[in-house]
């Protein structure tokens, strides 16, 4: 067709450098947000900012994966959801960890910094989420990098009650029930991803990279938010 809007490799073409911008530029956020909330941690003593700048590193290697497989097939797409849950994984069971070391060795960290920090890495995940809202039902792919997001903005929240229970309380174990949450939520989404990328990749393929990027994820199963 003469219209380009018309055209199939047109559209895949297009949905696609609307992902890699996006991926982009919350993929520069979240290294931004290593580095200030790694710092943040250390001066404060803080093992949940230092647990949240540790995930914001994960997060910019998810997107990194997420950038890698863009025009590839299904199946990339698959093993770099498969990677993602596993990074999931792995940092919901390092803030579980963390949760239970702080039941037998007590840590009051500084909860002013903790406020001042986690409101900043709240806006900065703002923003992520909402660009990535709009494209979370593209495909898998899209899907678990909103999910990530999203866990990132609970678990920002999180942070923030903890800091303001903390200091009311003058006590560590809101930091630890607000951690306790926060791994069950991200074991959750990891085990939700892992779950649908072992699918795709024992299901057959026949699409190309381009039907794959734009056809729609079920938003609808029951581990979705």
């Known amino acids: ?34 580095f200030v909330e790694g710092w943040a941690g250390l001066l404060a003593h803080s093992t949940s900012l230092l647990a949240d700048a540790l995930d914001m590193l994960g997060d910019a290697l998810v997107y990194g994966f997420s950038l890698f497989v863009l025009a590839r097939s299904v199946r990339w797409q698959a093993g770099a959801a498969l990677a993602k849950g596993g990074f999931m994984l792995v940092f919901g069971l390092g803030v579980l960890g963390e949760a239970t070391y702080k039941v037998f060795y007590p840590i009051m960290p ?22 990535l809202y709009r494209h979370r039902s593209d495909n898998l792919n899209m899907r678990s990098t909103w999910l990530c997001s999203r866990n990132d903005l609970i678990a920002n929240v ?59 994820f079920n938003t609808n199963t029951s581990h979705n938010a």
Request: proline residues 3%; glycine residues 8%; aromatic residues 6%.
């Open 1 to 34: 067709m003469a219209n380009c809007c018309e055209d199939k490799s047109c559209e895949v073409t297009a949905l696609r450098e609307r992902h890699g911008r996006v991926l982009w530029i919350v993929l520069i956020i979240n290294l931004v947000m290593f």
């Open 110 to 131: 500084g909860v002013e910094m903790m406020g001042l920090i986690g409101g900043v890495a709240l806006a900065a995940n703002l923003v992520c989420f909402f660009l």
């Open 158 to 216: 999180g942070i923030l009650l903890a800091a303001a229970g903390s200091y009311l309380l003058a006590s560590r174990w809101p930091d630890i029930l607000v951690g306790s949450l926060i791994a069950s939520l991200f074991l959750s989404s990891a085990f939700s991803v892992l779950r649908q990328s072992l699918q795709a990749l024992r299901a057959p393929h026949s699409e190309t990279a381009g039907s794959v990027a734009i056809r729609p």
